[in-house]
């Protein structure tokens, strides 16, 4: 078990703090599904963005863990999963693969932005016709001189509608497999980039994602992240990230969840005692609790792992498995134990069940965490 110091903890608890303001008005905005711009400046002012980058550009120097517990704690106090969701999806989009693979005159230009909220990032990686086959992909960057011309199409690009930097993998070699694809850092205003209009989803609805167009779209050579054919070990490091920061945060909001369906047991009645006295209820409960805590514990577990430098590809698989259907189940537990409340819009339990639906398709469906843990037992191909 990780013990926290005391730095640490005071990390996270100053999100208490934030909680109430970050969560106002989050049930008409979800319905609107606007990008709630007025709560963007207050995470700007939380300082969560500058956590995991070196000091030199802005940020605040801190570990994975401490970075991921931090995380967890906006899970449990801010009640939009989808502003959640374009923190981590900013952090770990742009932040991350720029902190391991820019170059010095691409982190002093970007890293400060990012780590101060200043510029939104998004990555675009999946396309229309390959979804998670990020093999499949179709759209091509040709060198012309000192530029790459850049042709495609991207879907399902998170944060897409209010991104001020992109980073772009595309083909170069169309037969160089998977050292044929380069990740590129793509300004907004950059002429032949498009960005389509917010698509209209399920939940994580203030987080708005849309299409991306590239058309001609010319970038200069030193814009390259990593170096050229270099893509997949960028998007390999980029997802390790994504996965633990955006399903830690789903931890923390199961923390909530458990909380206030713990309180509702003990105090609401029905045939003359609580609720939570009968045992059909109870067990539901408890299962909320199991499936946190070891959510929780395979999330640290890899993160410490991957930090020591061990092969984690089963273990993120398993985490990410895990986190995401125990946090299906504990929002429709919940619901079920407030019962006819649990259903209406004004309580936000409904709310949460199509949120968590999502964590069951992106950073790579279920269905390939599946098949990634198979090969792992050498089953398969």
């Not at 016709?129 to 495609?152: E, N």
């Not at 408890?286 to 395979?298: C, P, S, Y």
Request: net charge negative; charged share 25%.
């Amino acid at each position: 078990m990780i013990r926290w110091n005391a730095d640490q903890t005071a990390l996270r608890e100053g999100l208490a703090q934030w909680g109430e303001a970050l969560s106002a008005d989050h049930i008409a905005h979800d319905e609107q599904a606007e990008f709630p711009w007025d709560k963007w400046k207050l995470i700007r002012r939380t300082g969560i963005l500058a956590l995991p980058f070196a000091e030199e550009h802005g940020g605040l120097g801190q570990s994975l863990l401490t970075t991921m517990y931090v995380l967890e704690g906006l899970g449990e106090h801010c009640r939009d999963a989808g502003l959640s969701f374009s923190v981590t999806t900013t952090l770990a989009s742009t932040g991350v693969p720029l902190e391991a693979f820019g170059t010095a005159e691409q982190k002093a230009r970007y890293l400060p932005l990012i780590a101060s909220g200043e510029a939104i990032g998004a990555h675009a990686i999946t396309e229309a016709d390959g979804g998670s086959d990020a093999m499949a992909m179709t759209t091509r960057a040709v060198r012309d001189g000192d530029d790459f011309v850049l042709d495609g199409s991207k879907t399902f690009v998170s944060n897409g509608p209010v991104a001020d930097v992109f980073v772009v993998y595309a083909r170069t070699r169309p037969d160089g497999g998977p050292l044929g694809v380069t990740a590129f850092l793509v300004d907004r205003d950059t002429p032949g980039l498009t960005v389509g209009r917010p698509i209209k989803k399920m939940g994580l609805r203030t987080s708005q994602l849309s299409e991306l167009y590239l058309d001609g779209c010319r970038v200069p050579r030193d814009r390259v992240l990593g170096r050229v054919g270099g893509g997949f070990i960028v998007l390999d490091h980029v997802m390790k990230r994504e996965i633990l920061f955006s399903f830690i945060v789903n931890a923390g909001e199961m923390r909530h969840r458990l909380d206030r369906c713990v309180d509702y047991a003990r105090t609401r009645r029905s045939f003359g005692k609580p609720i939570g006295s009968y045992q059909a209820i109870a067990n539901k409960i408890v299962d909320v609790r199991i499936g946190l805590e070891t959510a929780r514990k395979w999330l640290y577990d890899t993160a410490e792992r991957l930090t020591a430098g061990e092969n984690v590809t089963e273990d993120l698989a398993i985490a990410k498995l895990v986190t995401s259907e125990a946090n299906v189940s504990s929002s429709l537990t919940a619901v079920q134990v407030f019962g006819g409340y649990g259903y209406m819009t004004e309580y936000g339990l409904e709310q949460d069940v199509r949120n968590a639906v999502g964590g069951t398709i992106y950073s790579g469906s279920n269905e390939i965490q599946y098949n990634r843990i198979a090969a792992q037992l050498g089953l398969g191909r």
